[in-house]
């Protein structure tokens, strides 16, 4: 059964999304994982959807920039977050799988779980268009609830196009 995430609109944007990252859908990333859709960007990296052909299973795949990936020293600065990240659980830290490289290609990417959600940007835009208008100010639950979110993890890089809030989450505020 196919797994989606829902960042972005289907058909024409997903492609559009893709080419501008020079990627296309179905193609191969190290040799073993096929890009399904384009999820998201920041500072670090963009992320794509992708299928393991190997295990089967989705992740989310972030592209580093060449400027990290081509510099030893920010790759040693990832590893050693990575063993950082990989002894902390929390229901707000995406578990991290691998760093893969394909040096053929000058690239580098931190595999990732695939977190089912919406991106904090597009669930604040849905929030204000139900409310009647796009610039409408949040209630004072909303934002906590979503403080509350973020404020759970102690060390957190915060991007609203590539931060993922899961509702219904014990111990938390519902987000309504």
């Known amino acids: 059964m196919e797994q989606h995430f829902p960042f972005t609109q289907p058909g024409n944007q997903i492609r559009d999304d893709l080419k501008r990252l020079g990627l296309v859908a179905g ?3 190290c040799g073993r994982y096929e890009v399904r859709r384009y999820l998201g960007g920041g500072n670090m990296g963009q992320v794509i959807e992708v299928h393991d052909l190997k295990s089967e299973n ?4 972030k592209r580093l920039p ?4 081509g510099n030893p ?3 040693a600065k990832i590893k050693a977050n990575f063993r950082l990240v990989g002894q902390l659980s929390h229901p707000h830290i995406c578990p991290t799988r691998s760093l893969e490289t394909d040096e053929s290609a000058g690239q580098a990417y931190v595999v990732m779980d695939l977190v089912r959600g919406q991106s904090l940007d597009s669930w604040i835009s849905a929030q204000r268009q139900a409310l009647g208008h796009a610039q409408h100010p949040l209630s004072v ?3 906590i ?9 102690q060390r957190q890089l915060f991007f609203p196009a590539t931060t993922t809030i899961i509702p219904g989450l014990p111990g938390q505020r519902s987000l309504r």
């Open 27 to 29: 193609q191969l990333l």
């Open 58 to 61: 989705y992740y989310a795949l």
């Open 66 to 69: 060449p400027e990290v990936a």
């Open 73 to 75: 020293d920010e790759i």
């Open 141 to 143: 639950d909303m934002v």
């Open 145 to 153: 609830g979503i403080a509350e979110q973020i404020a759970s993890v």
